[in-house]
């Protein structure tokens, strides 16, 4: 997964397999465009449930200008 500099609001990250693309927002987990297998899907919005608090810092930090890069566990 991933969250891209100088992305767009909403707060979302990007989720990629086998060529296939999905946003999902950070705030809810829900897929706001693309498709992913119903169990990615899943297993996303669980490692999200899990994760949200230290993704949405990243994300504030990245629109901020002060993240230095680094991958969330």
Known sequence: ????LNDHLPP???AFLS????KHS???G???SG???RAKGKDIRAWLDANREQVSYVWR???AG??????IE
Do not use: F, K, S
């Open 26 to 28: 950070i705030i809810t």
């Open 12 to 14: 979302h990250l990007h």
């Open 61 to 63: 930090e990245i629109r």
């Open 66 to 71: 002060r993240y230095n890069g680094g991958m």
């Open 30 to 32: 829900e897929v706001l």
């Open 19 to 22: 060529g296939q693309e999905a």
């Open 35 to 37: 498709a992913l297998p």
């Open 1 to 4: 997964m991933t969250i891209c």
